[in-house]
């Protein structure tokens, strides 16, 4: 679960297709279904489908496009999908809902689901499925290709086996039900605290979402603080598309519910790990400091979050049910009782000392944890910081202020249940828009398991970098605070000083270059780092107007670290790292100040006029002041073009944001506040550097690139630094030489060959005449000129540069001399100076200066090219170069080759580039216009490209192999510097002020007591416990050592020198360290032996020998180290040093010890023991390490399990592996034969007419082209390209091209004579452009939803636009358009492929667009090679649609892509074109299908729900059956129901004889087909509406695939299984002994619901409900009735044949099989209609003859019946139907007039389709003879008993059979 503010809104693109809904009845009557598709605030809904049962179509599509949404919205955000029932009068009854989770969508490979079934359901029940593709991506994604289109064999074989296997939902296929799983989820909510971080009370409640479910539990009333009791239980069934659980805290309020937190879980993770109770905290931002926290979040970046919001205890868990009986309904049912998270008491305690680099006047430190606070007194500012309070400076805490009061807490012993400790930084400060007290201007985050535990002292201060708040303006600085922090379980009643030292280190900051630097103005900047560490700040010189600086400056920084005295570990404070944009002062300061100067003017000329002077003599001598007339010009002479227009929008939105920000506009006060003196902040980076230089350990400094984050909320990408670090003790620093900023370089040349200047777009439409390229180079070499070059064309040599900003008041730009920048500690207000050159910066004062900045000073060598009309080489008079305007982008072609000799660094970490600055030729003096730049890393021909591009990857931390955790802190040798811990006073004219125990005549050396304040003992870092251990008086030649003096002895000297005023006098004194311990021997051997090592020092003591073990006692072991005697310094000494032997054997003796490792040169021990493969435990360093680091931070007693670590939290990654969701393959149209992929792809089978298809565009599978495009940017903004071609080469030689192993390219690219010629002479005059568009792919409208698209071309300034082929409504248009036009390269080289959306008011606008540069794909060698083989070796391609749109918070351009387009493009000469046909381009013909479906009856049908009103079953009843089809390709002319005659009293069979005919089904391959029919059967009623019996589905797309596919008819025969859902739940009931045991809608056997987990049954009744749940599972329920039919599935042209048709129902033509009259279920007035009319006519007629005519019409009517009797067909008896006859019937040997009457001779083995050929005719029999009747032909007229005559053997043969073995034909 996460609960994070992410402010950065990002745009999606969504859609969808709904392809057919299922099972949409339970009851059996007929819907009205649509579908309602609901995201995030859309509503869709799809046309509404009439008289539905079972089974609908659908086949919509919609897309949204406009989804604007923060990245954590579109993790918790659900396409819905609702189905309904429509209703003419009242709402709509919903069948179901279920939804699909968007980040699951967009997370596929192909960033879509295709054809999968949604199971919906209600509030109660599981209910229909729902099938459909749901495809979703966002910024930067390539649009869904289309789904493989090809045949599914597999599928296609078992259809073609049994019709069965394509009935949907029978006999398993298509049936998701066996592999659905059931589950439970449980959530409960136990308690929340705190909500809103305590500030205000609300209406809480909570809901929980999820699968289309959403519950609310009940709301409490005026709190902030609650528990819950309730659980929240849903029921899920996989697979599903979902995988969040949403939680969310609702305040229930009478203007709406309003949202308070939110957060989710993971059901995949839940499945897998419960989740027992947890803390879940939130953090947000305090309603005190931001009033609208929407326009911070809505801003469009990601917001820091620095308030703590409230927390939530959450426990979750998922129950796997055995069968779909045992779900319940979602409900909120009683909470289990649960136990809370383990908590124990903490102490957190904190102890400020310094805070340093932030501006104010005080400054205070405050403490949080949840909605707990603690605060120190206020620090004050240090003298040694600016008077000006807006200026960083440093602040103390005198004597105790900045310790804070104990914070306890109750905090959860779990790491990840525990708040995080806020340490937030006040200062009082005037704003620029407002002035509070205090205000707080940083903060920080700190877990609590990285606090350390309180040993019994105050630890080791540590320096805190605060972060910046998010609603302050980037200038703001945060500050640093040096803290001691520590957490105890027990109150601490006393906290005394920390047992440190501070000890001096060097850090070296290695500055070396930055890259791709963003600038929030629309100006190349000037830029310049600052380095910040332990409160020391440097910072580098101003590199002007170019956003890759080469600084490569070393900044040197004495910084101060705390030195813990128990483990001599210090921990180095966080490296800040900022690049400043120093834009000097707008024009509205400048004003100000000429303002100000002027008014001053005045008053000094009026007080001269009243005086009597001459004002003319007091204005001179004014003007010899301040300089010259010139100075009161307002100062805008140096801006020779300053666009009034830009300057009053500008200062219409300063007065805009003045008046906002007066209103408390958060916005506006961040951009007030962005630029302060001078210089806007670009970005920020933290640097945790670990890594000790020492001279036994010596290290490598790498320069790392490392990310820079600015923005308006600091956390976007600006930038990238390249920076190296050494840190050193100051005693070896001088054994360390600073590495030299200068690489290793290698001669090389760089040639550059330069085509032109590509859609040159500069601000406000300023238009360039000349330009002026120059071509700059990074150069190493020693004689390297900085800022010069030689130049081609006119202006050769010349550089010009533009006024540097002007200096201003304070630190605020550094100083550009070789020194280091602005120092923290600066007082003076001075302007900076400027590098030598021309234009140095003067001035005074106020920070006022002028004059010129020169170029940037970098090591770098530069080439100026002047556009010219007239190029210098010229292939003939009228050889020019172009220049052209297109669509207000300008464009130059220059045609040149540079060749620069240089030399580039070996190793391509240091990233080596070419860089291109855009000049304007009328006015060099200018800023460059822009600027662009190319990496050469990756050219170096002596380091492999991978390996280029992983060293000049930037990164967001800086990490080095080298160092280690910064939390263990860096293990130092010694407490102090070298000589230290000595010190020498000389006294001279003044007392000593010194104090000794004069009481004590023992204890020696002599400790002092006091030391007055201000003395020279004191100025010279004496202290109390300090030992004195030498004097010197005047005269004397060597100090007098005192080390056997008692404290008395000592205070006796020092009085009577003081009383004799012996001067001058030396003291020398020894520091006491706490680390060391004092071994004091007053007589006798010294009883140690030291280590035999003559190397080694200082001595290491190997034992003690003493009885006593006295060494043992005073706590000295083995290894320790004897760094002092009698105040004689050993450390240098070993144990065969004389001088060492004999301070041993003085007596008394003082031996000073320390541990093992920690003495002087201890670190070589270190770093031998350390570099040992094993401890001597046995155990690995590092394991022993990782294992300590795990118990300690990480896991505790799960630190070694071999099973995975449980994580129930849902990161932003969703996993689908748990979801049996598999990736979809891509696949593309087939419009001229296979197509295939061209990249990566298998092909199946090969074919002449396969075209191959690259995924994407045609660019990802062609390598780099062979001119680079490399973009221009003036401040952040694109203006335009510049196309050229480079090389490096190594040794330098500028007749390289020339070799003869030399590519073609390059010796053409690179010679200027031939790289004229080849596009001069060579290239046509015209390209010819065939541009073919097979269709579009989820294209949107311009807007959102439907569009309707329409092709548009853009070649240069011309336009094509096919408004007429516009597709309506249509988001897969089918164009199939090829176009042809001729272009000129270069004017009309960037090709556009668009489409735009029609609008029948209004204008057309665009939907989106494709830019092709034609110039790159002609001159590309695989390009050639494909043009080459032939039209149809050109792959296909999909070019996304991008659409371009502004985001209005951040400024930037947001590129989405509105759906592809699947085309391919040939470029040709046009001369010769003709000569190319053009490929044949039409749309795949389609094949047209006929079926035929003959419904012969139906049987075993269930009559259990045809009830009438009072429940009693109906029976016999009248039945009909209808066929539908349900296929949006068919265009025939039947009706697309069709239903048979009625069969009256049926009891559950019936017989129809009906054939139903659907023709003209169009077939297209490569096009989705989707054919379906309905069989069902229906209940008839005189009056009311017929009811539904049963139906069935059959998926017909297969067999008229097959029969379009290979031209052949299929017939099938089968008895298709019907079902009805309502009568499928009756049964089941009833089989399983009692009412329905499964009702979703409640609990089991009707039960209330309060489902506890059924954690209190007992085994027994759990094994038995399984059991019952297991068979109720494997119950088989028959089908609601079974129908016979005949499919028969036709080409068209076949069945178009007048021998192949037949008629509708049993019309004429009745054949192919001929349909008699049914035998059953009719009236005699059914059946023979034209006789009961007669007989009616009859009736009439004799009622008017009287009784004569009524017997001659009993007569008639008898006669007439007899006739129809002997015509019809008959069943089995005395004459019946041939049926009967057998096989051997239709042996020509047999019965020779059977074979040729039943024309056996075409019909194979068809035994079935032969005997319905044979029927029997009695009133034929009487009038003709079976000769006569077979040998024309007719129907056979065997009667019972009858033989066949075989005409060659005459042999009577009885082909009749008994009644006993017939089988029935019909």
């Known amino acids: 679960m996460t609960a994070t503010i ?71 955000a659900y396409i819905e999908f609702e189905l309904q029932s429509a209703n003419v009068f009242f709402r709509n009854d919903v069948i179901g809902c279920g939804k699909v989770q968007l980040a699951m969508v967009r997370k596929r490979p192909n960033h879509s689901y295709n054809r999968k079934q949604l199971q919906l359901s209600a509030n109660t029940q599981l209910t229909a499925k729902l099938t459909v593709s749901v495809w979703c991506y966002g910024e930067g994604d390539k649009p869904p290709v289309p789904e493989e289109m090809d045949l599914n064999q597999e599928e296609v074989d078992a259809h073609l086996e049994d019709l069965n296997n394509a009935v949907i939902g029978h006999g398993g296929q298509n049936n998701i039900s066996q592999f659905s799983q059931f589950y439970h989820i449980f959530v409960q909510v136990h308690r929340a605290e705190q909500l809103g971080g305590g500030e205000e009370t609300y209406n809480p409640y909570v809901s929980v979402e999820f699968n289309g479910h959403t519950l609310k539990g009940p709301a409490a009333k005026d709190t902030h603080t609650l528990a819950f009791d309730d659980a929240f239980r849903i029921p899920v069934v996989t697979p599903l598309f979902a995988d969040s659980i949403v939680i969310r805290v609702w305040d229930k309020t009478w203007r709406g519910d309003q949202l308070i937190v939110q957060g989710r879980l993971s059901f995949s993770l839940l499945r897998m790990n419960a ?43 998922v129950n796997k049910v055995p069968g779909q009986s045992g779900l319940q309904k979602p409900d909120v049912v009683k909470g289990m009782p649960q136990e809370e998270p383990p908590s124990n008491v903490q102490n957190i305690l904190c102890d400020c000392f310094q805070i340093s680099g932030c501006a104010g006047s ?83 985050r700190v877990k609590v398991r990285d606090i350390k535990d309180w040993r019994g002292e105050t630890g080791t201060p540590q320096w805190l970098a605060m972060r910046p708040m998010a609603h302050l303006p980037s200038s703001t600085e945060p500050g640093s605070i040096l803290v001691a922090l520590a957490k105890s379980p027990e109150t601490v009643l006393t906290r005394g000083v920390p047992n440190v030292k501070p000890v001096k280190f060097v850090l070296r900051c290695y500055v070396c270059q930055a890259r791709n630097l963003a600038s929030e103005s629309s100006k190349v900047p000037s830029t310049f780092c600052q380095v910040s560490c332990a409160g020391e700040v440097k910072s580098t010189k101003v590199e002007a107007f170019t956003s890759t600086p080469n600084w490569a400056e070393l900044l040197t920084l004495d910084i101060s670290l705390q030195c813990q005295l128990a483990n001599l570990r210090v921990y180095p404070e966080p490296i800040q790292i900022i690049v400043y944009d120093n834009i000097g002062r707008d024009v509205f300061e400048m004003a100000a100040d000429n303002v100000a100067q002027a008014a001053d003017v005045f008053a000094k000329v009026t007080a001269a006029a009243a005086k009597g002077e001459d004002a003319q003599e007091v204005l001179e001598a004014i003007s010899d002041q301040v300089g010259n007339a010139g100075d009161l010009s307002w100062g805008f002479e140096q801006e020779k073009k300053l666009d009034l227009k830009q300057v009053g929008l500008d200062y219409a939105n300063y007065v805009k944001d003045l008046g906002l920000g007066w209103t408390g506009d958060v916005m506006a006060q961040k951009r007030l506040g962005a630029v302060v003196d001078g210089r806007r902040v670009l970005g920020r980076a933290q640097v945790n550097y670990a890594k000790l230089l020492h001279p036994l350990v010596p290290t490598k400094m790498r320069p790392k690139w490392i990310k820079l984050h600015g923005g308006s909320m600091g956390t976007k990408h600006t930038g990238d630094v390249m920076i190296g670090f050494e840190l050193t ?60 070059g030689k130049g081609k064309g006119t202006g050769k040599g010349k550089r010009a540069t533009k006024a540097a900003p002007q200096a201003v008041e304070g630190n605020a730009a550094p100083k550009a001399d070789a020194g280091d920048g602005p120092k923290s500690n600066a007082k003076a207000k001075a302007a900076p100076k400027a590098v030598k050159g021309k234009g140095a910066v003067k001035g005074k004062g106020k920070g006022k200066a002028k004059g010129k900045t020169p170029r940037p000073v970098k090591p770098e060598k530069t080439t100026t090219v002047v556009w010219d009309a007239t190029p210098q080489v010229q292939l003939h008079d009228r050889d020019t170069n172009k220049q052209w305007t297109v669509n207000g982008a300008q464009g130059f072609e220059f045609l040149t080759v540079v060749h620069m000799e240089t030399m580039l660094p070996k190793l391509p970490a240091y990233d080596p580039d070419l860089r291109f600055r855009l000049l304007d030729g009328d006015d060099l003096e200018g800023a460059p216009l822009a600027e662009g730049r190319i990496s050469l890393a990756e050219s170096l021909p002596w380091v492999a490209p991978a390996r280029a591009r992983r060293a000049v990857m930037a990164k967001d931390e800086y990490t080095d192999s080298e160092m280690g955790d910064p939390a263990d802190g860096l293990p130092v040798s010694d407490a102090d510097d070298d000589g230290s811990n000595y010190i020498e006073v000389t006294l001279g004219n003044q007392p000593a002020k010194i104090a000794f125990n004069k009481k004590d005549k023992a204890m020696f050396p002599p400790s002092v007591t006091a030391v007055a304040p201000k003395s020279a003992a004191f100025e010279a870092g004496v202290r109390a416990g300090d030992w004195l251990i030498a004097v010197q008086k005047p005269g004397d030649e060597k100090a007098r050592r005192t080390h056997s003096w008692n404290p008395a002895d000592a205070s006796g000297f020092i009085e009577e020198t003081d009383q004799n005023k012996v001067r001058p006098l030396i003291l020398k004194f020894r520091r006491k360290v706490k680390a060391e311990v004092h071994v004091r021997i007053t007589q006798g051997k010294t009883e140690l032996e030291l280590v035999q090592d003559k190397d080694d020092h200082p001595p290491k003591i190997f034992k003690d020998t003493s009885k006593e073990k006295i060494w043992r006692k005073a706590g000295v072991s083995t290894g320790w180290r004897i760094v002092d005697i009698n105040g004689v310094d050993t450390t240098e000494m070993t144990f065969k040093n004389p001088k060492l032997q004999a301070l041993m054997k003085e007596r008394p003796a003082v031996f000073t010890c320390r541990p093992h490792g920690l003495a002087l040169k201890g670190a070589g021990d270190r770093a031998i023991q350390e570099g040992k493969p094993v401890l001597l435990s046995g155990v690995a360093t590092k394991v022993q390490k990782e294992r300590e680091h795990k118990e300690k931070h990480k896991d505790g007693a799960m630190a070694f399990l071999r099973v995975p670590r449980p994580h129930v939290v849902l990161p932003s990654v969703v996993n689908t592996q748990h979801l049996n969701i598999r990736a979809a393959r891509g696949g593309v149209l087939d419009v001229q034969g296979m197509a295939r992929f061209y990249a990566g792809a298998e092909v199946k089978e090969e074919s002449e007419n396969m075209r191959p298809c690259v995924q994407g565009t045609i660019e990802d599978a062609m390598p780099p082209p062979v001119f680079r495009n490399i973009r221009l940017f003036s401040g952040p903004l694109e203006v335009g390209q510049i196309k050229a071609r480079f090389k490096v080469i190594t040794p330098a030689d500028k007749a390289w091209m020339k070799r003869p192993k030399v590519i073609s390219d ?28 097979l269709r579009g792919l989820n294209i949107s409208g311009a807007n959102s939803g439907y569009g309707n698209p329409y092709l548009y071309f853009g070649y240069g300034q011309e336009k094509v636009f096919h408004q007429g082929k516009r597709f309506l409504q249509d988001v897969e248009p089918r164009f199939f358009h090829t176009e042809e036009h001729d272009v000129q390269f270069p004017e009309q080289s960037l090709c556009e492929i668009g489409v735009y959306d029609y609008q029948e008011n209004g204008k057309d606008q665009l939907i989106g667009k494709s830019t092709i540069d034609l110039e790159d794909r002609f001159f590309t060698r695989q390009y050639k090679i494909w043009m080459r083989a032939g039209a149809k070796n050109m792959p296909m391609e999909y070019r996304a649609m991008i659409s371009e749109q502004m985001d209005y918070n951040t400024g930037e351009v947001n590129k989405l892509s509105k759906g592809s387009l699947e085309m391919w493009m040939e470029l040709l000469d046009a001369t010769t074109a003709a000569e190319v046909p053009v490929s044949k381009l039409f749309e795949p013909p389609s094949v047209e299908v006929e079926v035929r479906c003959i419904i012969w009856g139906v049987y075993d049908m269930s009559l259990r729900l045809c009830v009438d009103e009072y429940g009693d079953q109906r029976s016999p009843i009248s039945i009909r059956a209808r066929c539908a089809l349900d296929c949006k390709t068919f265009s025939g002319s039947q009706s697309l129901v069709q239903e048979t005659d009625q069969h009256d009293g049926s009891t559950g069979e019936g017989e129809f004889n009906w054939r139903c005919i659907f023709s003209r089904i169009a077939v297209t391959k490569g096009v989705a087909l989707d054919c379906f029919l309905t069989l069902s059967v229906w209940e008839y009623f005189t009056i009311s509406r017929p009811e539904l019996i049963c139906e069935a589905m059959i998926d017909v797309k297969n067999y008229c695939k097959q029969v379009a596919q290979d031209r052949i008819m299929i017939e099938m025969d089968s008895d298709v299984p019907l079902s009805n859902q309502q009568l499928y739940k ?39 409900k399984d059991a019952e749940q297991k068979a109720a599972a494997d119950v088989e329920i028959p089908p609601a009735g079974y129908m016979k039919i005949t499919l028969q599935f036709f080409a068209q042209t076949e069945a178009s044949q007048s021998e192949m048709k037949a008629g509708l129902g049993r019309d004429e033509p009745n054949r192919d ?95 079935a389709a032969k005997k319905k050929r044979l029927c029997v005719n009695i009133f034929s029999a009487l009038t003709q003879s079976i000769d006569a009747i077979c040998s024309g032909k007719g129907d056979c007229n065997l009667a019972t008993g009858t033989t066949c005559k075989d005409p060659a053997e005459q042999d009577e043969t009885m082909c009749f059979v008994g009644a006993a073995s017939v089988v029935t034909t019909r």
């Open 1713 to 1807: 099989p001929g349909l008699p009259y049914p035998t059953t279920g009719r009236s005699w007035q059914y059946t023979l209609p034209a006789a009961e009319a007669a007989i009616e006519t009859i009736i009439e007629v004799s009622a008017s003859w009287g009784r004569k005519g009524r017997c001659c019409s009993l007569c008639v009517i008898f006669l007439a019946v007899l006739v129809v009797m002997m015509t019809q067909p008959t069943r089995a008896g005395t004459t019946e139907c041939a049926g009967v006859f057998t096989q051997s019937c239709y042996d020509r040997n047999v019965c020779a007039n059977c074979y040729y009457c039943a024309e056996i001779q075409n019909r194979g083995t068809d035994w």
């Open 6 to 76: 992410d402010s950065t809104r990002r745009k999606y693109v969504a859609g969808f297709r709904i392809h057919d809904a299922k099972e949409l009845s339970f009851d059996g009557s007929a819907v009205d279904p649509l579908v309602v598709i609901r995201c995030l605030g859309r509503e869709y809904r799809t046309e509404v489908k009439k008289g539905k049962v079972q089974h609908c179509k659908f086949e919509e599509s919609y897309i949204w496009n406009d989804i604007h949404v923060t990245e954590a919205e579109f993790n918790m």
């Open 729 to 788: 003790r100051v005693k070896y620093a001088a054994q360390f030489a600073p590495k030299p900023l200068k690489p290793p370089a290698k001669p090389c040349l760089v040639s550059i060959s330069i085509v032109g200047l590509r859609n040159l777009k500069l601000d406000d439409g300023w238009e360039i005449h000349k330009p002026v390229v120059q071509v700059v180079v990074d150069d190493l070499s020693d004689e390297t000129k900085k800022g010069k």
């Open 362 to 444: 005080e400054v205070y430190v405050s403490i949080s944890l949840g909605n707990k606070t603690k605060v120190s007194k206020e620090g004050k500012r240090s003298e040694e910081s600016p008077d000006d309070h807006t200026q960083p400076g440093r602040f103390f805490f005198e004597d105790d202020k900045g310790r804070i009061s104990p914070l306890t807490a109750i905090i959860p012993t779990n790491h990840e249940d525990q708040l995080d400790v806020i340490i937030s930084l006040w200062s009082r400060v005037t704003s620029l828009v407002s002035e509070a007290d205090f205000k707080r201007i940083g903060f920080l």
């Open 275 to 317: 989740l027992n109770p947890k803390w879940f905290n939130f953090y947000g931002f305090s309603k005190a400091e931001v009033t609208d926290v929407q326009a911070l979040t809505g801003h469009g970046e990601y917001a820091e979050e620095n308030a703590y919001q409230g927390r939530l205890l959450i426990s979750a868990r």
């Open 1626 to 1664: 009756l049964l089941r009931a009833e089989k399983m002994g009692g009412p329905e045991m499964y009702t979703i809608e409640g609990d089991t056997n009707g039960q209330g619901g309060n489902d506890d987990d059924s954690d209190s049954s007992d085994e027994s009744d759990e094994g038995v």
């Open 1306 to 1333: 390059d010796q053409v690219f690179f010679n200027e004579l031939l790289l004229r010629k080849r596009f001069k002479l060579d290239q046509p005059h015209a390209i010819r452009v065939r541009c073919y568009i």
